[in-house]
C-alpha cells in the first residue's frame, strides 16, 4: 500500500480559502478512488470528498460547491482545494486510498481498518 502524506493545513479566517495536498509514495494510477476525510475530536472520521480514476467526484453536503477535489495520476498527488470557509470546517484532514465506506444519515463515515491513511493536517477556521 501507498504511504500517504498531506500538507497545506493551517490557520485561516472564515470566508477563507486553503488548498491541501496529499502526496503518495507510489503510483495511484491503478486505485479506483482517492479522497479526503476529516475528524474532530469526539466525532468519527466523515468523508469529505473523492475523486474516481474516471473523473467522477463526490462530496459530503456541507462542502458542495465550496471544496473541489483533484488528482493528478502522473504527479501521484491528491488535491483539496477549499473555498469559503466557516467554523464548522475545521478538523484534522486526512487522505485516503481504497477505504470502504459506509452511509449513516446521508453522512458517509469510511471504516479505519481499511485503506491506506495520511497522518492528517490540521485545519482551523477562525471567526
Known amino acids: 500500500q501507498v504511504q500517504l502524506v498531506e500538507s497545506g493545513g493551517g490557520l485561516v479566517q472564515a470566508g477563507g480559502s486553503l488548498r491541501l495536498s496529499c502526496a503518495a509514495s507510489g503510483s495511484i494510477s491503478m486505485i479506483h478512488t482517492v479522497g479526503w476525510y476529516r475528524q474532530t475530536p469526539g466525532k468519527q472520521r466523515e468523508l469529505v470528498a473523492t475523486i474516481s480514476n474516471d473523473g467522477s467526484t463526490t462530496y459530503a453536503r456541507s462542502v458542495k460547491g465550496r471544496f473541489t477535489v483533484f488528482r493528478d495520476n502522473a504527479k501521484n498527488t491528491l488535491a483539496l482545494k477549499m473555498n469559503n470557509l466557516t467554523n464548522e470546517d475545521t478538523a484534522k484532514y486526512y487522505c485516503?486510498?481504497?477505504?470502504?465506506?459506509?452511509?449513516?444519515?446521508?453522512?458517509?463515515?469510511?471504516?479505519?481498518?481499511?485503506?491506506?491513511w495520511g497522518q492528517g493536517t490540521q485545519v482551523t477556521v477562525s471567526s
Open positions: 485516503a486510498t481504497n477505504t470502504i465506506d459506509r452511509c449513516e444519515e446521508s453522512t458517509w463515515y469510511p471504516d479505519l481498518t481499511y485503506g491506506s
